[in-house]
């Protein structure tokens, strides 16, 4: 599945959204995605998570640990098509941690799997609840690279699209300088 056909995937869920978006950080932006949008549909989330297990299947991962919320059904999908474990990680007392009697092994070999990787910083916190058991992180995927630093992350990454989103502070945005109204998406995308 290329780049294209991936955000395809997205417009025709409604989920590429273009425009004039005020994100949570308060950087204002030309394009908004909300991958929600496209996984609430089996066949699109299956299709996704099994050209992202074709890009990591060499890790030969034995399980696939993912962020709540936003990993938990790409991950689900990649797991099945990797015909491996899927499990997740969750806050708790602002801590990502495993719980619901979740384990991983010493033996295992963990693939980080995730909606979209923004600054890779919640792939390293999740890799790190992965390390705390003695398990090895073997690689991360993501169905959206939105402009990641692959040295930041220090591991072996694999996506379908990336997406380099410009944003801009709101008195040098084009669009506010265009007066063109901005809107307020429900969560962050
Ligand atoms: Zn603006």
Redesign the pocket.
């Known amino acids: 599945m290329d780049q294209e056909a991936v955000l395809g995937l997205f417009r025709q869920s409604g989920a590429l959204l273009e425009g004039?978006f005020?994100l949570s950080s308060g950087l204002?932006s030309e394009r908004y995605l909300q991958s929600a949008l496209v996984l609430q549909h089996a066949e699109f989330a299956e299709a996704l998570g099994r050209a992202l297990a074709a890009k990591t299947r060499h890790f030969q991962a034995t399980v696939v640990l993912s962020p709540a919320l936003g990993g938990i059904v790409i991950g689900q999908e990649v797991g099945r098509a990797l015909g491996v474990r899927a499990i997740f990680a969750e806050r708790q007392d602002k801590v990502l941690q495993l719980r619901r009697g979740f384990t991983l092994e010493a033996s295992d070999r963990v693939l980080i799997v995730e909606d979209v990787i923004t600054t890779g910083g919640s792939t390293r916190e999740t890799a790190v609840v992965a390390e705390a058991s003695g398990a090895s992180v073997i690689g991360a995927a993501a169905i959206v690279d939105r402009g990641s630093d692959p040295a930041r992350l220090d591991l072996p990454m694999q996506t379908l699209v990336r997406l380099d989103v410009p944003t801009?502070q709101?008195e040098a945005?084009?669009?506010?300088a265009r007066g063109?109204a901005?809107v307020k998406p429900g969560s962050r995308g």
């Open positions: 004039h005020k204002h801009y709101p945005c084009p669009l506010c063109v901005v």
